[in-house]
């Protein structure tokens, strides 16, 4: 690997924090919120092209995220369905494919034939890879890799963490070496925590529909600072 590859994470991990917050403070409705974060992820993928990264993964909707409201549940599938609808195509446009990481299983089919969708019409693609972590939690994750390893039969010995590692959601998608969470709050709530195993960690204090380009730059710049030396 290259000096410039070592100094430019190849698989980003983003948990875009401060939605509902943004939106209160901008007198506006929640699912606006959220819409304007969609909308601030559209417009960056393409300086994340530019700037030499293959992978991102975004933390769209956790396994928790049933428990918010049932309006605020009803508007983010809704956003989910007109992201379909309005955006796939400029993804497919753009050269990006979408992998979706997450338990599909039971998911309402109309939600789940959405992200299949998605998934489809974008599997040719190759100038970058978004992850959409949708359903999604970490030690779910961890747990259905654990069983799914236990109904093979694989004895105990035979474990190792790259037979681990493929029975993961999107198994091809490969470790992450940063990790940005805005807003302010610090903390992984449950976003891939294999695969973060050691990646860098940049909190930004600031709402997500705000983060830029030039925020993007920023965070590259810090990663570009860091040593990272897991474990040794």
């Known amino acids: 690997m290259s000096d410039n590859q ?7 991990g983003i ?3 401060g939605n509902r917050r943004w939106a209160q403070a901008h007198g506006k409705h929640t699912t606006a919120g959220h819409k304007a974060g969609f909308e601030a992820l559209f417009a960056l993928l393409e300086p994340i092209k530019e700037r030499g990264i293959p992978y991102v993964t975004i933390y769209a909707f956790s396994t928790e995220n049933w428990q918010r409201s049932k309006a605020e549940v009803t508007g983010l599938m809704r956003l989910l369905h007109w992201v379909v609808a309005n955006k796939v195509k400029v993804l497919k446009e753009q050269g990006v494919k979408v992998v979706i990481i997450g338990d599909k299983t039971n998911l309402p089919a109309a939600e789940r034939k959405a992200l299949e969708r998605a998934e489809a019409e974008t599997a040719h693609n190759s100038e970058l890879t978004l992850g959409v972590c949708f359903n999604y939690g970490g ?3 961890i747990v259905d890799a654990t069983r799914r390893i ?3 039969g694989v004895a105990a010995e035979s474990v190792t963490l790259e037979s681990f590692a493929a029975e993961l959601y999107a198994p091809e998608l490969p470790p992450l070496d940063l990790v940005v969470r805005t807003s302010g709050e610090q903390r992984l709530s449950n976003f891939m925590l294999w695969r973060a195993a050691y990646a860098e960690l940049v909190f930004v204090d600031k709402y ?3 983060y830029s380009a030039e925020d993007l730059d920023n965070v590259l710049a810090e990663y570009a600072r860091r040593q990272r030396r897991h474990g040794k």
């Open 139 to 141: 030690q779910h994750e």
């Open 6 to 12: 070592l100094a430019t994470p190849q698989h980003i």
């Open 208 to 210: 997500w529909p705000d």
């Open 150 to 152: 236990l109904s093979k």
């Open 15 to 17: 948990i875009m924090d």
